[in-house]
């Protein structure tokens, strides 16, 4: 079963405006990652947040994370037509080391 | 610095029938993944290895799939036989280091899209 889960599932902005996608999660864990997915580049690790941070930047990206809550955010600034892809969340559930997928929200971004 | 590299691309066969899929990971590192994505969800670990071992396979239905990792660098992963719910993405990735550490980035692969009719 997957540990994530993102909200939205689909997200339709124009250039320009921010995307805020959500994921929570259901255990407790060691770190949290977020990853995109594109047909043209595949997946690409974005930014990882320990459990033990509550906020990370990473050019125009902005992570928070909640634990007490198990939800975490991304939030893209300035969005480009070139943000378009799927965004997933992984976890690291304590005591594992391997991680857990979300299924995904899509971010489609117009000109 | 070369990616991680999968062949093939794309792959149709009939239920029931063999495949099988290579990977090369990033020169170097030590922890390979193979992970199935099916249409519309996120990608679900199948396996992992440390160098040449298995650390996680506790999501690979053992009695269709196996996967080896020769001299600890390229690594095949089998389907036999394929079932209809197996048509999916199938990934892998590398990560650098040999400790058992999720900190680590993993590298993905472009995948190969394997299509069961």
């Known amino acids: 079963s997957q540990q994530g889960e993102e909200d939205p599932q689909a997200l339709s902005i124009q250039e320009g405006e921010n995307a805020t996608m959500n994921c929570s999660y259901k255990t407790s864990i060691n770190n949290l990652q977020w990853y995109r997915q594109n047909s043209g580049r595949g997946l690409v690790h974005l930014i990882l947040i320990r459990s033990n941070e509550r906020e990370k930047h990473s050019g125009r990206l902005r992570v928070t994370l909640d634990t007490s809550k198990k939800s975490s955010s991304l939030l893209i600034t300035a969005s480009r037509a070139a943000d378009t892809a799927s965004y997933f969340c992984?976890?690291?559930?304590?005591?594992?080391?391997?991680?857990?997928f979300g299924k995904g929200t899509m971010l489609l971004v117009s000109p | 610095e070369a990616g991680v590299a999968q062949s093939p691309r794309y792959k149709i066969i009939e239920k029931r029938q063999s495949v099988a899929f290579w990977c090369n990971p990033i020169?170097?590192?030590?922890?390979l993944y193979w992970y199935q994505q099916i249409l519309g969800q996120g990608p679900k670990l199948l396996i992992q290895f440390q160098n040449n071992g298995v650390v996680d396979d506790s999501q690979l239905p053992k009695d269709r799939f196996s996967a080896e990792r020769l001299k600890g660098v390229d690594s095949t992963l089998k389907i036999q036989p394929a079932k209809l719910e197996d048509s999916a993405v199938y990934l892998c990735?590398?990560?650098?280091?040999?400790?058992?550490?999720?900190?680590?980035?993993?590298?993905f692969g472009p995948g190969t899209r394997l299509t069961v009719l």
């Open positions: 992984a976890t690291d559930p304590l005591g594992y080391s391997t991680l857990t």
């Open positions: 020169s170097g590192h030590a922890t």
């Open positions: 990735a590398s990560s650098l280091t040999d400790m058992i550490s999720s900190t680590d980035t993993q590298y």
